[in-house]
């Protein structure tokens, strides 16, 4: 029933922008802290931002000062803002929900079908 569906997602030169949105369904999205995942070829799954159901954020310091992750509670939506990007953002990018902010990301229950972004330099 719970659906993350990803979207904005495409190729962009070093130094452009992106903007990620994820459509939830299924859920009540307001108690549910949500997340962006990224995976590169050969790598593990690793976080990049989360929002809690309070606002507060968190970021990876690889993207701190460069990503920024919103919600619209009253839209069921997530964002991400994708600035000043570089090529090693090249990666499928994942939405996820849960009802806490886990730090590992094995740990989130829900999960969108990922949208590839792909940074050229």
């Known amino acids: ?4 569906v ?18 939830a369904s299924g ?12 995976q590169a070829p050969g790598k593990e799954r690793e976080g ?4 809690d159901i309070d606002g507060s954020t968190s970021y990876a310091d690889s993207v701190k000062g460069r990503f920024t ?28 929900a849960d009802r806490f902010c886990y730090y590992s990301v094995y740990l989130w229950k829900y999960w969108g079908q990922g949208t590839q972004v792909t940074v050229s330099s």
């Open 1 to 4: 029933q719970v659906q993350l």
């Open 6 to 23: 990803e979207s904005g997602g495409g190729s962009v030169q070093a130094g452009g922008s992106l903007r990620l949105s994820c459509a």
């Open 27 to 38: 859920y009540t999205f307001s108690n549910y802290c949500m997340g962006w995942f990224r």
């Open 48 to 51: 990049v931002a989360s929002i």
């Open 69 to 96: 992750i919103s919600r619209d509670n009253a839209k069921n939506a997530l964002y991400l803002q994708m600035n000043s990007l570089k090529p090693e953002d090249t990666a499928m990018y994942y939405c996820a």
